[in-house]
């Protein structure tokens, strides 16, 4: 048996202030609308740490510098592929905040996100981002319906 499987990557970056604000894009998409943190696809050939620098800017138009790998969320989509995001963490970050085709971008307080219409599941996926205990959302099926599992 095979130990190598399809798997798409993709990333997550959480970036915050020091007044207790963080980063959100109300995302455009008819898949995955709402309020979440910008990210992307990982390239082929390309470090996760340099996607998540690069997608953060092309989303936002900050550079972001020392992100932390924070967790990971995972399932296995309809093609049977692992997909994979890498949930990321920065205070450190310069530029000026341009919103893209992806979605507005703009800073709120923390504890204001439950009052906005979130992505589906980020509220779950935050926990992993904000948790010392928690590394992992992880979807898994289960009498062929998808349960959640926060590890």
Known sequence: MSKSEQAIFTNMCMISDDAGHVLVQDRVSNNWPGLTFPGGHIEKGESFTDSVIREVWEETGLTIKAPILCGTKQFQTK????????????????????????????????????????????????????SDDLSEFYYY????????SLL
Do not use: H, I
Not at 88 to 99: A, M, N, V, W
Not at 141 to 148: A, G, P, T, V
């Open 141 to 148: 099926r289960e009498d062929e319906q998808f349960k959640l």
């Open 79 to 130: 093609q049977d592929e692992r997909y994979v995001v890498l949930f990321y963490k920065t205070k450190q970050f310069e530029g000026e905040l341009t919103s893209s085709d992806e979605g507005e971008v703009f800073w709120m307080a923390r504890e204001e996100l439950a009052n906005y219409q979130l992505a589906p599941d980020f509220e779950e996926m935050l926990k992993v981002f904000e």
